[in-house]
C-alpha cells in the first residue's frame, strides 16, 4: 500500500536542524545554476516602490524621522509576511530556499567581475572601463588596466559579503525573513545611504541600520578571506587598516581580503567627480586583470567553508 501523502515526507528521517543548513546548500546552488530572474525580480519592484515612497516623504523638516519613517513602511511588511509564510513543513521549508535564492547575488557578482577580467585579457580596456562601471561607483572614465583590475577585486571582496554573506548569515539565524530583512536593508542603503544634501539626513536611519545588520557579517567574511588565502597577512592588515577605513564594514573585508591576496589595492579614487584619497589596502603588488580569478576564488571558497560548517553544526545538533 502507498504512504499517505505528506508534506513531511521528503525530510523523513531527516534531523529538523539539517533544514535550515539543507535550505542553504539548496539556494546556492539554484542561484550558482540560475543566477538573478531576468524578468520581473521582486527587488526591481521593491527598488521602484522605495523610489515612490522616498519622493513622497523625502522633503520638509525632520528628514531624519521621515527616512526612519519610510525605511518602515517599505521593509518591515515584507519582513512579516516572510515570518507569517513560515511554515515548518516541505512547503514552508521550499519558501525558505525561495527567499534566500532571491536574497543572493553570487552567480550575478561572477558575471559581472568575469566580464571586466575577460575585457583585459582581450587588451579591451575601454570596455573593460565601461564594464566595471556598472558595478562601482566611482568613476572609470580614466582607469588604467591597474585601476580598473583594482575596482574589481575591491567590488567582488565588499560585495561578497552585501550579495552572499550577509543573507547567508541572517539566513541562518531566522531564516527566510533574515535574508529578506538584510537583502531590503542592504538595497536601501545602496540607494538612500549617500551623503549629498538629498539623502544625508533622510538617508541616515537606512545608512546605520545596514551598518548594524552588516556588523557581523562582515567580520566572519574577513575572518573566511584570511582563514582561505594568505592567513598572517590577511589578519595583519586587517587589524592595522579597518580601523582607519571609511566604513566600518568594508574596511574588515576589504582589508583582509586584500591581504588574503596579496595585493594592494585602495588608495586614490574619484567619486561623483571628486578625488578621494583613500587609505592602502592590503600589501603586495597592484592588482592585474589576472588577479580578478583569483579574487573570485577566495569568495568561493569561503562560501564553501560557510556552507561545510552550517551542514557541520546542523548534524553536530541532531
Not at 530572474?37 to 524621522?65: D, K, Y
Not at 527567499?99 to 550575478?108: E, I, K, S, V
Not at 575596482?151 to 525573513?177: K, Q, R
Amino acid at each position: 500500500m502507498l504512504a499517505p501523502f505528506s508534506l513531511d515526507l521528503p525530510f523523513a528521517g531527516v534531523p529538523s536542524t539539517l533544514w535550515l543548513p539543507l535550505a542553504a546548500l539548496a539556494a546556492v546552488v539554484l542561484d550558482r545554476l540560475l543566477g538573478e530572474m531576468r524578468h520581473a525580480h521582486p527587488l526591481v519592484g521593491f527598488g521602484n516602490l522605495a523610489s515612490a515612497v522616498e519622493h513622497r516623504l523625502n522633503g520638509g523638516r525632520a528628514r531624519i524621522l521621515r527616512g526612519a519613517l519610510a525605511w518602515m513602511l517599505v521593509v518591515l511588511p515584507w519582513v512579516a509576511l516572510a515570518v507569517w509564510a513560515k511554515r515548518y513543513d516541505f512547503i514552508g521549508w521550499l519558501t525558505d530556499v525561495a527567499l534566500l535564492y532571491l536574497a543572493l547575488g553570487g552567480r550575478a557578482l561572477h558575471e559581472h567581475a568575469e566580464h571586466v577580467g575577460a575585457d583585459l585579457a582581450a587588451g579591451d580596456l575601454a570596455s573593460a572601463r565601461q564594464h566595471v562601471g556598472w558595478i562601482v561607483s566611482r568613476n572609470t572614465e580614466q582607469l588604467d588596466e591597474s585601476g580598473v583590475a583594482k575596482a574589481c577585486i575591491e567590488s567582488t571582496l565588499e560585495n561578497g559579503n552585501d550579495a552572499i554573506f550577509g543573507a547567508l548569515f541572517w539566513f541562518m539565524l531566522f531564516g527566510g525573513a533574515g535574508a529578506v530583512l538584510f537583502r531590503l536593508a542592504n538595497t536601501l542603503d545602496a540607494m538612500w545611504g549617500y551623503r549629498t544634501p538629498r539623502f544625508l539626513e533622510f538617508g541616515r536611519v537606512a545608512a546605520r541600520l545596514d551598518d548594524a545588520l552588516n556588523y557581523f557579517p562582515a567580520r566572519l567574511t574577513a575572518l573566511s578571506y584570511a582563514l582561505m588565502g594568505q592567513t598572517a597577512r590577511a589578519l595583519r592588515c586587517w587589524r592595522a587598516q579597518a580601523p582607519i577605513w571609511d566604513s566600518p564594514n568594508a574596511g574588515p573585508v576589504m582589508s583582509s581580503g586584500a591581504g588574503s591576496l596579496g595585493l594592494a589595492l585602495g588608495g586614490a579614487a574619484i567619486y561623483h567627480g571628486q578625488l578621494e584619497e583613500r587609505p592602502v589596502l592590503g600589501e603586495g603588488r597592484p592588482a592585474r586583470g589576472e588577479d580578478i580569478p583569483r579574487a573570485l576564488a577566495l569568495v568561493r571558497r569561503s562560501l564553501a567553508l560557510w556552507l561545510v560548517i552550517y551542514l557541520l553544526l546542523g548534524a553536530a545538533c541532531a
